[in-house]
């Protein structure tokens, strides 16, 4: 001990700790056992040197002349990530930049800086219970100062005492950041005036009529619920909007949003309300929305009712196995030498395969397609492995049910199929695979393993499809022999198609390309397909742990 007290760099704090320990050592009711650990712990040099490192940073916070320059490193990285991940041409720093910045150690660094600088530090101890009478309520009062900004919270009645307590906090909001105002907390006033037998409608009309600072009486509730944000982000798969919506606990509390956009859950605790932002919403206040399982019981609700009621009697042969809500996405960067498959769906007739040979004729080192596995027998002058592999049909029907093949079907009698080894295979040697799979294949496709960036081609309206297609004398692809154009009837089975595969498979869709016009569609593939290899884009969160 003697030479820990000769130490300089010693902690005072834990030197006096010590010393303390070895005066009542004689006094305590433990065992050497205990009193050695105890004294070790306090001689440690890791506690010391954590001692220390807090101790820095509590006196550096107190200087002026020692603070961050931001508090959102993290978020400032993940950005810088976006824009060097843009660019067609990465130099050499850049490239060093973009990988230096997804290293975990690195981005742990980032969010121990965050932490600091937002204080975050500091130990939360337990609130010390305020003695009182039998008789008597614990009362606290906050002041809140209005502005434009809601509140962020909700109210309501108490089922069981009739009383009007506080709902929800939302993350973000003005109650939120007090830090004072807790879910469960009764109400008993607002602004000096009584809330007892009031409704929740009553005390919002206070709260509107109110100017400047409000203030409230609160018994606080027995427990405090944490409140610490989840990091979970989903993709939205309908459109909401809150005003819209009759159900919902406060409408000014509600978020809208758009099928196809991001959203970074907050909060799940509610059953039936979520709590969430857009993502990269400068708002820092989160909003209500409809969880998953009450959307689904919506969804369910609604389509029952249509069938009952006889609507969308054309439909009634689709797949209704799921129902899209929200999927959980993450981000995932492009990986070099490892290109993601681009797959085209849509209508037969809809020119997926034109799209498809002319992105294989663009660069035939770069883009490849797979080759299919057939049961018929080799014809003369056909090679095994150029336009087909040639397998017996009990190989290929025994490998279709161990669930190697993406899609197969069988046509005048023999197999024909689309293997997911002869994808990552296309994939590990560095290519770009491009398909054009049936859509009830997507199931078998969109999977951790292959990662694939679907494309609907999309047909355009009767008239246009008519007039682009006449214009541009195709034959149709209804005839075998292509030796006609398309009728009037095949152009509505054209787009009755389409509609039938979006309805079915349109939430699982990252891109669609209206293929009103061949040329200008094709650039809009070389559009996405140079996207795909160098953005960070949003997928299923299990492609990415």
């Given at each position: 001990m003697?030479?820990v ?21 004689q006094q ?11 004294s070790?712990?306090?001689?440690s040099r ?17 200087d ?5 320059m ?15 991940s ?11 930049i ?13 969010c ?8 975050d ?7 010390i ?16 100062v209005?502005?434009n ?11 069981e ?7 929800r ?28 037998g ?13 100017e ?6 609160l ?13 979970v982000?989903?993709r939205a ?11 919902i ?15 970074h859950?907050v ?24 969880s998953?399982a009450l ?6 609700h609604?389509?029952t009712?249509?069938d009952?009621?006889g ?19 993450a981000?995932?960067?492009p ?17 997926r ?6 992105l ?13 596995y057939?049961?018929?027998p080799?014809?003369?002058g ?5 336009e ?8 290929m ?6 669930g ?6 069988e046509?005048?009698g ?41 494309i609907?081609v999309?047909?355009?309206s ?15 692809t ?8 398309f009728?009037?009837e095949?152009?509505l089975?054209i787009i ?13 869709f ?20 140079a996207?795909?290899e ?12």
């Amino acid at each position: 001990m003697t030479a820990v007290m000769a130490n300089g760099n010693w902690d005072p704090a834990l030197s006096r700790l010590l010393v303390s320990l070895e005066e009542v050592r004689q006094q305590l009711p433990s065992s050497e056992e205990e009193f050695g650990f105890l004294s070790g712990l306090l001689q440690s040099r890791e506690l010391n040197a954590l001692v220390q490192v807090h101790n820095k940073i509590i006196s550096n916070g107190k200087d002026e002349k020692f603070h961050p320059m931001l508090s959102n490193a993290m978020q400032v990285a993940l950005e810088v990530l976006d824009v060097v991940s843009q660019r067609t041409s990465i130099q050499a720093d850049c490239k060093e930049i973009f990988f230096l910045l997804q290293k975990p150690h690195m981005q742990g660094v980032l969010c121990a800086h965050d932490a600091i600088a937002q204080k975050d530090y500091f130990p939360r101890l337990p609130e010390i219970p305020v003695e009182v009478d039998e008789d008597e309520e614990t009362i606290k009062i906050v002041q809140l100062v209005k502005s434009n900004e809601p509140l962020g919270a909700t109210i309501k009645t108490d089922e069981e005492t009739g009383k009007i307590v506080i709902a929800r906090i939302m993350h973000g909001g003005a109650a939120d950041r007090s830090g004072l105002i807790h879910v469960g907390d009764e109400v008993c006033e607002v602004n000096g005036i009584n809330v007892e037998g009031k409704t929740p409608n009553d005390v919002l009309k206070i709260l509107q009529s109110s100017e400047g600072t409000i203030t409230f009486k609160l018994v606080p509730a027995d427990s405090k619920i944490n409140l610490r944000e989840s990091k979970v982000r989903v993709r939205a798969y309908f459109d909401y909007s809150a005003t819209d919506d009759p159900y919902i606990p406060c409408k000014e509390a509600g978020l809208d949003f758009k099928n196809g956009d991001v959203l970074h859950i907050v909060s799940q605790d509610d059953a039936y309300w979520w709590q969430a932002r857009r993502e990269g919403d400068r708002n820092m206040r989160a909003g209500l929305i409809p969880s998953r399982a009450l959307q689904e019981r919506r969804i369910i609700h609604e389509r029952t009712a249509k069938d009952k009621t006889g609507e969308d009697a054309e439909n009634d042969d689709f797949d209704r196995e799921e129902i899209a809500t929200y999927e959980e996405v993450a981000r995932l960067y492009p990986r070099p030498g490892l290109h993601r498959p681009i797959a085209l769906v849509g209508p037969p007739g809809v020119g997926r395969n034109e799209l498809k040979r002319r992105l294989l004729a663009l660069d035939p080192e770069k883009y490849k397609t797979t080759i299919p596995y057939t049961s018929r027998p080799i014809r003369p002058g056909e090679i095994n492995g150029k336009e087909y592999y040639f397998v017996t049909r009990e190989k290929m029907e025994e490998d279709v049910e161990a669930g190697k093949f993406i899609e197969f079907g069988e046509y005048k009698g023999n197999l024909y199929g689309t293997s997911a080894e002869s994808v990552e295979s296309l994939v590990n040697a560095g290519y770009v695979c491009i398909l054009n799979p049936h859509y009830q294949a997507l199931k078998m496709l969109r999977i951790p393993q292959l990662k694939p960036y679907i494309i609907y081609v999309k047909p355009p309206s009767f008239e246009v499809l008519k007039e682009t297609r006449h214009g541009a004398f195709a034959r149709s692809t209804f005839d075998e022999n292509n030796s006609r154009g398309f009728t009037d009837e095949e152009f509505l089975e054209i787009i009755h198609s389409g509609e039938r595969i979006e309805f079915l498979y349109g939430h699982w869709f990252d891109e669609t390309i209206v293929n009103a016009d061949l040329s200008t569609a094709f650039e809009q593939l070389v559009r996405a397909v140079a996207k795909v290899e160098t953005e960070p884009l949003w997928v299923p969160a299990s492609w990415v742990q």
